[in-house]
Structure formats: C-alpha cells, structure tokens
C-alpha cells in the first residue's frame, strides 16, 4: 500500500501517517468550503468553494482520504450515532466504486446514499460507515470517450469535481487513488489497495474492522460475472439497477436464485428515480444547454469556471476498422487480426494502430500494415 495515505478526524488524532500537512490541509480547505456551498447553496458560497478547488487542483491528495470513515468508526465505537453501538454482531461497510465520472452528477452521489439504504435496512446490524467515489485514470477514459465519440476531461478535474460532489456528505470521499497512478489499473486492484489501507487503518487505530464492497451497475456484474460466488478481492459486490434498465436487475435477480447469494447485494433502482447519465451532461455541453440540474450547482459553476467542455472526437468508423482487419487477414497474421480490431474498436486511430502493433507483428506484417495505413484501406 502506498505510504502516502493520510487521514485525520475531529478529536483524538487517529494513528496514521499525517506526513504531508500541506496535501492534508489543502483537502480539508477546499472540503469545507464545498460543504459549505452545497449547504447554503447562495452564489457566493459556491464560488468559494469552485476557487479554493482550482487553486487546489495540482495539490497531492492522498490515494484514500479516510477522515469521514475514521470519525463514523468512531461514532460507531462509542454508540455516538444514536442508532447502535459496535458489538460483536455489528458489521462496518465500506463502499468503492470507480468510473470516468466524466463529469461526475447527482445520480452518482445518489445510488451510494441507495445503497446505504438498502443494505442498512436489508441487513441488521449492517452499518455503512464509508464510501468512495474513484474516478478513473486518463489513460483509460481518454480512449473510452473517443471511441464514444467525444472528448474527454483530465483527470485532475475529474477529481476535483467528484470532492466537490461529494464534500457535503458525512460518509462519502473522492478517491484520488486511481488519479495519482502512472496508467490505467482495473478496478479489482484498486478495491484490493482500498482494502489494505483501511485494514492497516483500523488495525493501527483500534477501530472496527470493516468489510470493502464495490458497487457498480447490474450491466457491470453480469458481463463481467460479479455475482453468486467469493471474490478474493473484496468481500462482496452491490449490484445497483438504473431507472431505465430494468432488464439488466431481473436478469440479475433471476440469476442469483440458482447461485449463492451471500456476496452479492442486489439494489433495485428507487421508485420514481429519473436516470441520469454522464453521456446525456455531455450531450447538453456541446448542444449548449445548462446541466446544472444533471451535475448540481457546485460542479456546474467548476464546469464554467474552469472553461471545461466536451467536443465530438474523430473516431475511427468500422467500415475502415474491417477493411484493415480483412487487410491484415490477407497477410496470414491472426495476432495481427485480433490486436488491431481490439485497437480499432477502441478508437485509437490507425496512425496509433501501426505504432502499437509494430512490437507485436512480424516484418512482413509491419510492411502491410504501413501499407494499409498510407493506402487507407
């Protein structure tokens, strides 16, 4: 685990490492100034908040800012929340979910506060005491949007707003743990290094032990499988429904029936829920409409402040995709073939193409590939 993790909490301090005071309270700075935006919710309150963000945003922030788990823990500990106390039956949860939030919105902060709900009042004795919201590495959302057609925004903003997003809140933190590494890692090694922290945590701090869940859609569960069985990366998954999709839950539901059910919390999207999706706060950007009721206010004034916008993206069309592939199917190579319908698809282009495969393909290969590319076949 990465040594520069660093939490603090109201009271006693915790025992962690609190090395970099200035990443620390840079954080803590921009967090009380959005908690006090999203409180208030007047003009001025929120451009202090969206300011203290941008002079922030070059900041290191710590992978898993723990001070709103560290305090819950503690409340929890003591019986301080007025619902229980810590007991031998009791079971601490803590939430991870990662994704472009590209841009971060209401129905992200939502479906945790959904899945608070339902596991608290499906599970007694259950307590959600932390949750966090990662977004993804550059190096993978680049490729992602382009191939959808867009543009995409750094990953040090998407940062910032997701703090934004999410400062109001007693239990849930932004994650800059994806963020602060050099490339792309999946997500179950950034719930497995979530899980050593908070394991180390509560171990050096004498707090409960807590169970890490990651959350995603139930689209997400059934086409990579995170359903019905143990995972040695986390304790379980919370599979979320959305509004608009209620296939992909029956489907879920159906599936959990004939297969343990114990590691998997199925959550049915809430009554009278209105889908939103980051696609749609994208759409409206270029089309020129607000979004401020998509995204809320503090990170819609980030958005403005900061002159951030999306665009449609060049993409590489199938067609040209499959005349390359058939192409490279000509000059014997099936690696050949199945490397560069992987890089098509995911919009890399074919300059980009050529360059990547050039480590895997043959000279001959090589040769018909710079051909192909010149020719534009």
Sequence with gaps: MSADNKSSAAGAAPTVDTKDTKTVAAADTTGTATATATATNSAASIDAAVLAATNALNSKRPDFACDKLIANLKRLQSGGDGKTSHTATTKPI???????????????????????????????????????????????????????????????????????????????????????????????????????????????????????????????????????????????????????????????????????????????????AVDVSSSLIRNKMIGGESVVELTGPVVAAYLKHNNLTFTKAQTVSQSAGSRLTRSLNLSGSLTSVVLCEWILTDGLGLETAQKELTLRLSARDRRFLAFCCVCGV
């Design 94 to 272: 803590v939430l991870i979910s990662t994704g472009a939030l590209c841009p971060v919105h209401t129905m992200h902060v939502q479906q945790f506060e959904d899945a608070k709900r339902h596991i608290e009042q499906t599970n007694p004795g259950w307590v959600v005491v932390g949750g966090f919201l990662s977004p993804t590495h550059d190096g993978y959302v680049t490729n992602k949007l382009r191939s959808s057609g867009y543009t995409s925004i750094d990953g040090k903003h998407r940062l910032a707003m997701t703090e934004l997003a999410t400062a109001h809140s007693q239990w849930i933190t932004a994650a800059a743990y994806e963020i602060n590494r050099s490339a792309f890692i999946d997500f179950p090694e950034v719930t497995t290094a979530l899980r050593q922290h908070v394991n180390s945590l509560t171990t050096k701090s004498d707090l409960p032990a807590c169970s890490v869940y990651y959350v995603c859609g139930t689209d997400h569960a059934l086409k990579c499988g995170l359903y019905g069985r143990s995972l040695h990366w986390c304790s379980g998954v919370v599979a979320i429904g959305r509004p608009d999709d209620t296939g992909t839950t029956q489907q879920l539901s159906k599936a959990l029936k004939s297969c343990s059910q114990e590691s998997t919390i199925l959550v049915p999207s809430a009554a009278g």
